[in-house]
């Protein structure tokens, strides 16, 4: 993904009104996205898919014979990064957060599908999800431990040694994919829900690597589906782990000086 393929994809009127229909409910077949562009052919609409799948703005996944569509806002996340937040962070942010504020009200199974492309090699991609040094830089300092067997414990635990999420190994396959449970501990509602599902598939593709969470099993719209899906939640972390991977640097979002703030309000 290029970020010239992002603007070039959002560049269409078209396509952005099939990025608005997701945004108002994700997890869409062809059949019902048609109905966003009444005035186009059925080809039509596959071919504006075809372009925002391959700008990375929206992500496939099959629920038996359909093929579901879902908004993917980590590549407008990384042009905040890159450009805009250096300016007005704030505002933009929020705006790029598209999977979460706006999240569909009715969707029946909701999840969280996210997928970037990162300059690595699938060992040292599998060294940034598993070691506790390495996510301590772009996982809002939490230090990840586990045996990464399936049964075993994992966590995600501050440098005062406060667990803040905690879960089980599902699925360990070195280098390809991860598979645990997810509950996050530090906020009362989110610690009386029952714990999530966090899927990492690692796919090389040359001399980059395709990245892929989906975060599902949520009990419907819970707090904690809503959270992660904010602005300081899995686009925020994945731009991270992108930006540490890529440049050896932790990822830097300046935050604006609280009067600026008031002069723009």
Known sequence: MELEDVFRALADPGRRTLLD??????????GELDEALPGMTRFGVMK???????????????DGRRK????????????????????????????ADLKSALEAPSMASPRHVYEVYIRTTPERLWQALTDGDLTQRYYHDTRVASGWQPGDPITYTWTDGTVTIDGEI?????SRRLVHTFHFTQDAEQAAERPSRCTWEIVPMGETCLLRLTHDNFDGETSTYRSVG????????????KTVLET??????????AEAVGRNA
């Not at 050896?248 to 000086?257: C, F, K, V």
Request: hydrophobic share 50%; charged share 20%; aromatic share 8%.
């Open 21 to 30: 229909a997701l945004r108002e409910r994700d997890g869409q077949a062809l």
């Open 48 to 62: 504006h898919l075809r372009i925002l799948e391959a700008a990375g703005l929206v992500v496939t996944r099959r």
């Open 68 to 95: 579901l569509h879902f908004l993917n806002p980590v590549p407008i996340q990384l042009i905040a990064d890159r450009w805009i937040s250096r300016y007005a962070q704030p505002w933009t942010t929020a705006m």
């Open 170 to 174: 599902v699925e360990a396959d070195a």
């Open 230 to 241: 904010n602005v300081k939640g899995w686009s925020f972390i994945l731009s991270g782990l």
């Open 248 to 257: 050896g640097e932790p990822l830097h979002i300046q935050e604006p000086a």
